[in-house]
């Protein structure tokens, strides 16, 4: 799957999961997580291939290493995506409601 890229966005339970097996598919794969005080060390930790979730995926943390050394897999910060030389479109549905 050469040059196929994937942004996940949000780095939890699951949008890490989702966001390494794409990796491990083959895909290119950027994971977008906000900095902030409560959640902004696990960008650290994915980027350094270390698992911050446990559950019940006990092949995770081995295939997060993987495919972070393989650099199918990184993280960015709501910053860097801001500077960064791509375009993420955003795409809602329309409300079901009444007017």
Do not use: H
């Not at 949000?10 to 997580?33: E, K, N």
């Not at 960015?76 to 809602?92: D, F, H, R, S």
């Amino acid at each position: 799957m050469k040059n196929k890229k994937i942004a996940v966005i949000g780095m939890g339970y699951v949008g890490i999961p989702a966001a390494v097996l794409l990796a491990d598919a083959g895909y290119d794969v950027t994971g977008i997580q906000r900095r902030s005080k409560r959640s902004g060390w696990k960008i650290d930790w994915l980027n350094d291939g270390r698992c911050p979730i446990g559950g019940d995926e006990p092949e995770m943390p081995a295939l997060l290493k993987k495919v972070v050394k393989e650099s199918r897999f990184s993280i960015w910060n709501k910053e860097e995506i801001e500077m960064a030389p791509v375009t993420i479109e955003w795409c809602a549905g329309k409300s079901t409601e009444s007017k």
